[in-house]
């Protein structure tokens, strides 16, 4: 059964910052994607960033690049988004997903084959 179990969320203020990690389980692939996004109340949800298994590439949403980073522990499946300099409008419930045939750049939000269970940020002001 594959599994994707999200953590690290909470309350902070902003300019302050957040590390969210997301532990994959429970499957076999050699070329797969996992994304962040994150869904506010009454909004679509969003890609956050992405990362490749193939060779590590990122992806970003403009709205956190130079802000949040990407990184993943293959040995572990552990994908971890550091986010700095937190903004209120980065509040929001934030998911990790895994595309388990990547193909190749930012894989839409229905490409993805498993979803976590989120984990909530909120940024205050």
């Known amino acids: 059964e594959v599994q994707l179990v999200e953590s690290g969320g909470g309350l902070v203020q902003a300019g302050g910052a957040l590390r969210l990690s997301c532990a994959a389980s429970?499957?076999?692939?050699?070329?797969?994607?996992i994304g962040w996004f994150r869904q506010a109340p009454g909004k679509e949800r969003e890609g956050v960033a992405c990362?490749?298994?193939?060779?590590?590439?990122?992806y970003y949403a403009d709205s956190v690049k130079e802000r949040f980073t990407i990184s993943s522990d293959n040995n572990k499946n552990t994908v971890t988004l550091q986010m700095n300099s937190l903004k209120p409008e980065d509040t929001a419930l934030y998911f990790c997903?895994?595309?388990?045939?990547?193909?190749?750049?930012?894989?839409?939000?229905?490409?993805?084959?498993?979803w976590g269970q989120g984990t909530q940020v909120t940024v205050s002001s």
């Open positions: 990362i490749s298994s193939r060779d590590g590439s990122t």
């Open positions: 429970g499957f076999t692939s050699d070329d797969y994607a």
């Open positions: 997903a895994l595309d388990i045939d990547y193909d190749l750049g930012f894989p839409k939000p229905y490409e993805y084959d498993y």
